[in-house]
């Protein structure tokens, strides 16, 4: 009930293509959900968050999409550019105590 | 990364050897945490802390403990490193709902 899944593990996209991670989460209590981006030698740094209140959030390039019956949320990278090729992780928490239940993560890199 | 550093950034050690880390912030942020990175694993929390003296176990704190005397320090130690020890380090601490984090200890276990 603490998992959170995400897929998929690794990703290669054009540049200028739509890059796609996953993720999916079981405990219903989960309501805050952020996306980590981390480039290698460097810790994650915080991308970009929902709460299940709204279906999406754009920020930029960036969109979380949010299925709260489904139990999964996406991060869409829109034109993707090679200066996004790095590890992506998902996460989920309850804001009672924002602990972070960490996904797998997904190395994505973009082809010139 | 702005704001938390930790040292060492790299370090070789024996089996059996005890091993402190360090994390320090100078956000005055009251919530630190302590995880380990491995592939396929994503980040997994070690320890964290919520406040001067008050810490708590999170998923894999077997083999590791903690201590915080400041509020801008937080220290890990293994207390006996082990090959499965083996692992990048990651401090983080947090203002409101986001995690900010240092730029990792790379830990190898011989």
């Known amino acids: 009930q603490q998992q959170v899944k995400q897929s998929p593990q690794s990703l290669i996209v054009q540049k200028g293509g739509i890059s796609i991670i996953n993720c999916a989460y079981e405990n219903t209590a989960f309501d805050y959900f952020p996306w980590y981006q981390q480039f290698p030698g460097k810790g994650p740094a915080l991308l970009i968050a929902i709460r299940p209140d709204v279906s999406e959030k754009k920020e930029g390039r960036f969109t979380i999409s949010f299925n709260k019956s489904a139990k999964q949320f996406s991060l869409h990278i829109m034109d993707s550019q090679p200066g996004d090729s790095a590890t992506y992780f998902c996460?989920?928490?309850?804001?009672?105590?924002?602990?972070?239940?960490w996904g797998a993560g997904t190395k994505l890199i973009i082809k010139p | 990364d702005a704001g938390i550093t930790q040292s060492p950034r790299h370090k070789v050690t024996e089996t059996g050897t005890p091993v402190t880390l360090r994390c320090h912030q100078t956000e005055n942020h009251r919530y630190m945490y302590w995880y380990r990175q491995d592939p396929g694993h994503g980040l997994r929390l070690i320890h964290y802390s919520y406040g001067v003296k008050d810490t708590d176990k999170g998923e894999v704190s077997d083999g590791y403990s903690v201590s915080r005397s400041k509020t801008e320090d937080f220290l890990l130690t293994l207390e006996s490193a082990t090959s499965s020890q083996t692992s990048v380090y990651f401090c983080a601490s947090r203002r409101s709902e986001t995690q900010y984090f240092g730029p990792g200890t790379r830990l190898l276990v011989l």
């Open positions: 996460a989920a928490s309850r804001d009672s105590n924002y602990q972070l239940i």
